[in-house]
């Protein structure tokens, strides 16, 4: 079976990265080992169908050295004023500060950050550090802002009020806060890159949009993006997107897109179809990106599953680059 995942007929995808990619899919679907994907209809991105299962990245490895999760938060913000939130840094065992470390930071980062549900970041940073597949990374989990008393406990329950303003609101105003506020906060503990290509954002649904928006507005600070099932609907504006970055130069970005064909449809737009035109878009602007397209819901199932290699396209080249 002949599997494409290539952004573009014609045109290979990243070589080894997108044979990694295609080998994590296939140990995760019996269905893809025994039939061939199907197309969507709009563009060369072959449906990847489920059931989605972790591989062994995404579980502790016995002698595999573990990092540290430590909880913080923040009581007040400029950018966004009144709101609180929770949020957790992960250091690598590896770090020992004698240079700066790069930097992944995620939205929504309660559902990052733990050794369970989906995406067990924490443990897949372990793992892929140790056998140099991305590089010595701090992770930053922050929670959305919330206007509300802060909850003792992390999650959606209460909902953060102010996580829709934060993370679909399509301006500079997100990025500000983590680059003159929150990470400034971090690096009075651990020492950070400045080294753009070595600094990373990953969100999920109206995150995904958020982490694609902190890149787009400051690729001076942030040149790696992951987006799952990525809200790049109309909530706060977040259709404009695509026009915005099909008419504007390209900017020095790696983006992976993944999204599910079940997506959401409802008057705010249709999920996959903006995903989808989104990734068209950065094939006809010649990104360096990939796009996964499964057979997911709005949920991290896929995304979580695919997690570790996802991460291994994402730093591929990381060696080469200068703290």
Known sequence: MNLVISPAEGRPASGLWAAALVCAFALHSV???????TRSGFGPYPIIPGPYEHGPDSSPIEGVP????TEHVMLDSQVFPGTRRHFSVYVPAQ?????????????????????????????VFDNLIHRGEMPVTVGVFVDPGTRDELAEKRGWNPRPTNRSVEYDTVSDDYAKFLIEELLPIVAKEVKLTDNPELRAICGMSSGGICAFSVAWHRPDS???????????????GGHVVSPLVRKAEPKPLRVFLQEGANDLDNRHGNWPLANLTLANTLDYKGYDYQFVYGDGEHNG?????????????????????QP
């Not at 004698?98 to 924490?122: I, K, N, T």
């Open 95 to 123: 770090y020992d500060g004698s240079r700066p470390a790069a930097l992944m930071v995620f939205q929504d980062g309660h559902a990052y950050a733990g050794p369970g549900g989906d995406y067990r970041a924490a443990t």
């Open 66 to 69: 573990r990092g540290t999760v």
């Open 31 to 37: 269905a893809l080992a025994q039939d061939a994907p």
């Open 222 to 236: 942030f040149r790696k993006v992951v987006s799952q099932i990525g809200s790049f609907v109309d909530i706060r």
């Open 301 to 321: 199932f896929h995304g979580g599953t695919i997690f570790p290699a996802t991460l291994r396209w994402l730093w591929q080249d990381w060696a080469e680059q």
